[in-house]
């Protein structure tokens, strides 16, 4: 029922990885483990969680940085 969760997650990390950096694939990376992160814990999955818990707050800081950067 929930495995379009996890196909758009994969969607948007496998695009994500063909932009070359920046704000975009941090954008896109971020969604897609938003994704990855919602689809795990319907599967009930904690390492899944975790490693995308970490993803998300390292896209965070990356993006903070990029916006600070520009400003």
Known sequence: MFEWVGYLAS???AISIT???GLYFRIL???GSLCFLIYSIFLGSIPI???NVYGIG???YHMVRILRNKG
Do not use: D, E, R
């Open 49 to 51: 969680a975790l490693i």
């Open 11 to 13: 969607i948007l990390v």
């Open 29 to 31: 990376n971020l969604a």
């Open 58 to 60: 390292i896209n965070i």
């Open 19 to 21: 932009i070359k950096g």
